[in-house]
């Protein structure tokens, strides 16, 4: 079982570089008021840590009015536990 928590990066803002992810599949940074998402693949880096990849980019808030409708989509894990959840 892979014990090493500080992943590699690919893809996106932070290409690159590294993150101590505690081994969760969903890594999300904060980045100019952004969610910047990086899911965890089952590949691994030559130092054996894991690698995630780059998966887009959503507003805190979820949606955008006009674009979708904010209420029915989820924004992100992080933003919900910080209180933002769906409103603008």
């Known amino acids: 079982m892979d014990t090493k928590s500080t992943a590699h990066l690919v893809g996106g803002p932070r290409d690159g570089s590294t993150h101590e992810t505690g081994g969760d599949a969903l890594v999300e940074l904060k980045i100019d008021g ?19 990849n780059y998966d887009g980019m959503v507003a805190p808030d979820g949606g955008e009015p006009g674009v979708e409708d904010p209420a029915a989509r989820v924004a992100s894990p992080r933003a919900d536990a910080e209180g933002h959840g769906g409103t603008h």
Do not use: A
Request: charged share 25%; no cysteine.
């Open 34 to 52: 952004m969610m910047h998402r990086y899911i965890r693949t089952t590949k691994q880096h030559d130092d054996g840590g894991p690698i995630y």
